[in-house]
């Protein structure tokens, strides 16, 4: 009887023990699967923007913030040690770097990279896959027909394909794409500048979670879809917010450069119910934009107003 209470004790003992670490350690298979990092939130001509005289750019020349990443994301499945980049940006280098952290592997490269579209801030990082940088061996890179026709006709991007750096995998519209058992990911098209190539946004489907990737977009009144709708349908959503409002782009012609301006999207959201309110998570922010400086009017009011606004380094459960 003595020996048997003694076990019971330990056994107690260790049950209580194991009940305070973290879930993550407990059942890695049921919490904390796949992962998505917000690596970047501007836009593509990043933050301080080149010949910009402004005072949103002033100070940064002289003391730049590290935090200011051209927009990517990273989405890791730790169970099946998977990485995958969305962007392939000028700032790519110390983005896949904290990919890799993220991951805590010793891989340097990820296990795919999707392209949006050929706008710079979007697919100019693959040039770090050539020769004169990593070298890379047939690095997965997904695609849409255009896109990938695009980077196989047009130096120097077509010496990427003939020295085998990337493996250019096309993805279709509107058709699921299974990395992993816990991570697929659907491409689709909306309405941009397509001068090169068409434009997609991308639903990335977790094992409990789905979030929404529209970093460049014409106006929403232009898509085919229901914006309202297909935030409805997924966890997360991460949109263009380009520029705040009109008056911040007063010098240059909006034809030119169409974005749902951060107001608009407020006001055609602004019946939902709070709770789809929080799903949104505006980014791809202009140098331009208030929603940079934290301290802002501007940034204050879209977090009263029930909205969120993605920040680098934030982390989601998929």
């Not at 593509?44 to 590290?66: R, T, V, Y």
């Not at 493996?167 to 058709?175: F, L, S």
Request: charged letters at 20%; aromatic letters at 10%; one cysteine or more.
């Amino acid at each position: 009887m003595k020996h048997y209470l003694t076990l019971l004790t330990l056994l107690l003992g260790t049950y209580n023990n194991v009940s305070a670490q973290s879930l993550d350690t407990i059942r890695p298979s049921e919490q904390g699967a796949v992962s998505l990092y917000i690596l970047g939130t501007v836009q593509d001509g990043g933050s301080p923007h080149i010949g910009c005289q402004k005072s949103c750019c002033a100070e940064l020349f002289k003391n730049p913030d590290p935090s200011r990443k051209v927009v990517s994301l990273g989405v890791v499945d730790h169970e099946n040690q998977k990485t995958y980049l969305f962007e392939a940006t000028p700032d790519m280098p110390s983005q896949l770097k904290l990919l890799k952290e993220h991951a805590k592997s010793n891989q340097e490269t990820p296990d795919g990279v999707f392209m949006t579209h050929a706008h710079i801030g979007h697919y100019a990082g693959l040039i770090y896959f050539g020769r004169e940088a990593l070298g890379g061996k047939n690095i997965p890179v997904y695609a849409m027909p255009k896109m990938k026709h695009f980077l196989e006709t047009n130096g120097p991007w077509q010496q990427l394909v003939q020295l085998n750096n990337i493996d250019i995998r096309t993805i279709q519209n509107e058709a699921k794409t299974p990395l992993t058992g816990k991570l697929s990911v659907i491409p689709f098209t909306v309405p941009h500048r397509d001068e090169y190539s068409e434009t997609v946004g991308y639903k990335i489907v977790g094992p409990n979670k789905s979030a929404l990737f529209i970093p460049d977009i014409d106006k929403w009144s232009k898509w085919e879809k229901d914006i309202v709708k297909e935030i409805e349908l997924v966890d997360f959503a991460f949109l263009d917010a380009t520029f705040f409002d009109g008056p911040e782009i007063n010098s240059r012609n909006i034809a030119e450069i169409p974005h749902p301006f951060v107001v608009e999207s407020m006001e055609l959201f602004k019946n939902l119910p709070e709770t789809e309110k929080s799903k949104v998570y505006f980014i791809h922010f202009n140098h331009t934009n208030a929603l940079l400086n934290k301290d802002s009017e501007s940034y204050k009011k879209v977090l009263g107003a029930g909205f969120n606004i993605a920040v680098f380094g934030q982390k989601f459960q998929l």
